[in-house]
């Protein structure tokens, strides 16, 4: 009988698309906000309560599939009103999983409103369908994720979680977590790209890898979306090893 053979890299990080990330590595899988439906045997992390963060793991669930999930206690409550899950515990496979819930941006910011009703005006059906996709959905504080791996790496999906309303007690508070990372994946939401890398460097990062989460919705809905490359470009002058993370794009680490 041939012997397994052994998984061939470290560590592979993809965009699927909207705020889907995979994690593949040795043991099983993490989906962060799957898109793409779930395999068996991966492992869901949801960060949040929209439409796009939910839709493959309830479809999962619903199909019977019992997946192992990790989230806020709202939306596994939720999940388990469509079907059986398997609520994943803090240790999976030796890699440390936690959950920091943090403050987002205010939905209805002076710009936001006019980009929001600007949106509406021009595609009101597309406002209408997101409002009835919503209707219904799990309600809780978006989550930045950290897994810490057996050789003590972290990886930091730090969601939006930086922004020119990110309190300064919240950074303090969770500094110790979410610094010191082999891999920091930062989201940044449109108008809020200096604010977040004024804050990336403090956070003593191997690598940054600056990521779209939600510029594929924000398009559908007409409203405009941030280009992720003037950032990393001023990252890189300011020392940071940083690259742009869009959407199916992947690294893969030895």
Known sequence: MNAPRPFPYKLRISHEGHAGVRLERPGRHFRINPVQPLLDGEVAVITWQWPEHLQAAAEAVRAGLRPTVIAPE????????????????????????????????????????????????????????????????PQCAPQVVVFTFEDGKKLVHLNLALHSGTPDSWLSTNHEQISGAEWLLVGMDHGEEDAALSRVGPLSPRRVLFTDLIGETRRWLGMPTTILTPTVDLAVTQGLDAYPFVSQASFRFE
């Open 74 to 137: 709202a939306v596994l409550v939720w999940l388990e009103s469509q079907g059986q899950i398997v609520r994943g515990e803090s240790l999976l496979d030796g890699v440390s999983i936690a959950l920091i819930p943090y403050e987002p941006i205010p939905p209805m910011t002076p710009i936001e409103a006019v980009y929001k009703a600007k949106a509406a005006a021009g595609s009101p059906r597309r406002a209408i369908s997101r409002l009835r996709q919503r209707r219904g959905l």
